[in-house]
């Protein structure tokens, strides 16, 4: 099955608004966050038009509308991600998911000396949780190097930091470079040492469709609005057995069996990880999303922003004095491009590519020790998803050397 871009186009009215003055918007800042479809404000605005309740208390109608479709969205995304309502906690986004494996399970199940593996590919939110936990505890923290001539994990020294190891924590797929890492291989090899294994799939979760129990690590952190879903939601896979392993991260009500003066018992499976009136509209959105997907052929999906990356990475590279990181020769690998200019500063060009319509982004993005290793502090990103189409990619590239031709020195 082939992609209909502009029937997909047509589903996100953001799409149609014009910017920098009346120019087309073109959106490529995917990575960040995409845009999200009428399906899902529709699906957001209806529940709060005719459902809003808070969840798993009263009886009367609308509490028990708002219980049912906020415990369904749990149903549709656990059977989207390739598990069981039981293995699917409800978090803010991936960040919240990594903080919970870190307070949540590693806090009560590792103690002094024993290792935690985090690659320098990491974003910061599975880097800095990790030195946090290692202050408190006095774990160790391995970290593989990135090996900056191939994009790529250095997997000898990977292998070899597993000796001992309790938990290694990988990005599935980086935010800057756009490489995949060989996560099938990484479980296996963590599972093999006696290591338990986190993956981050923020950026591999919009364009892949992730089955947590083929997949079999032990946690997956998922973000819902880098899918097409609302902010302020995303989920913690965890099997079984991790889950019973796991202490609350936060406490209060609805996470709670019984509370006395004294002391108190606690729900059992994600509600114990629940504590307080949960994102019910964003879960009903985050469903809303994964239905919208469950649509389109996801692997046509990856195709397609896979192309226009390696479309842009090919072109970029021929323009006067720009570096592109990351290898976009591979078919694995998301949407994003990630480049600097030699004498144009980052922000400058997001500036000008702005004042012609076209959104990227420009910093560090939240990866300071993988940029460290390229020696940069900062790159231009842009990011494709399911609704950009080659006529956007041409035309960023068209309007990228205009630029660089004007500015460029
Ligand atoms: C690879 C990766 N991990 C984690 C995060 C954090 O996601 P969130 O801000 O949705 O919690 C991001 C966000 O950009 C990311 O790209």
Redesign the pocket.
């Known amino acids: 099955m082939s992609l209909d871009i502009e029937s997909i186009r047509a589903d996100f009215p953001i799409l149609s608004r014009k910017v920098a003055g009346g120019k087309d918007l073109v959106y490529l800042d995917n ?2 966050t995409t845009q999200k479809p009428q399906v899902v404000i529709d699906a957001m605005t209806r529940y709060y038009e005719q459902s809003n309740a808070n969840v798993h208390r009263a009886v009367h109608t609308l509490a028990a509308e708002a219980t049912e479709q906020y415990e369904a969205a749990r149903d549709t995304l656990a059977s989207w991600f390739g598990t069981t309502r039981d293995n699917l906690i409800f978090t803010s ?4 998911a990594i903080n919970l494996v870190a307070w949540g399970w590693a806090r009560s199940n590792l103690g002094a000396g024993d290792a935690v593996v985090i690659t320098e590919m990491e ?1 910061h ?2 880097i800095v949780p990790w030195q946090l936990l290692a202050e408190e505890k006095g774990i160790e923290i391995r970290v593989v190097p990135i090996d900056t001539d191939q994009d790529t994990l250095d997997m000898e020294i990977f292998s070899a930091s597993l000796s001992g190891a309790k938990l290694v924590c990988v ?1 599935h797929t980086s ?1 800057v470079l756009g490489v995949a890492n060989p996560v099938a291989d990484i479980i296996s090899q963590s599972h093999a040492a006696g290591a338990k294994v986190l993956i ?1 799939a ?2 591999a979760a919009p364009h892949e469709r992730i089955d947590f129990e083929g997949m079999g690590a032990d946690f997956v952190a998922i ?1 819902g ?2 899918m097409c879903g609302p902010t302020g939601i ?1 989920c913690l896979l965890a099997t079984t057995g991790c889950i019973e392993e796991m202490e609350p991260f936060m406490s209060g009500g609805d996470m709670i069996e019984t509370v006395t003066m004294e002391k108190s018992t606690f729900a059992s499976g994600p509600q114990k990880f629940e504590a307080g009136t949960p994102k019910i509209a964003e879960a009903i959105g985050f469903a809303a999303a994964a239905d919208y997907l469950s649509k389109l052929d996801m692997e046509a999906v990856h195709r397609h922003i896979r192309g226009l990356a390696t479309y842009t990475a090919n072109e970029l590279k021929s323009v006067h004095g720009i570096t592109v990181y990351g290898d976009h020769s591979v078919a694995d690998g998301s949407g994003v491009v990630s480049f600097l200019h030699d004498t144009i500063h980052a922000e400058d060009l997001a500036r000008f590519m702005d004042a012609g319509g076209f959104a990227m982004r420009t910093g560090h993005h ?1 990866a300071q020790p993988l940029l460290d290793a390229y020696g940069v502090t900062s790159t231009n990103r842009v990011s494709f998803y399911l609704y950009n189409t080659q006529q956007e990619a041409s035309a960023f590239v068209e309007h990228l050397r205009y630029i660089v031709d004007k500015f460029g020195g």
């Open positions: 990575a960040a986004g991936t960040t919240e974003h939110a599975d990005v935010n981050d923020a950026q973000s609005h880098k995303g939240c």
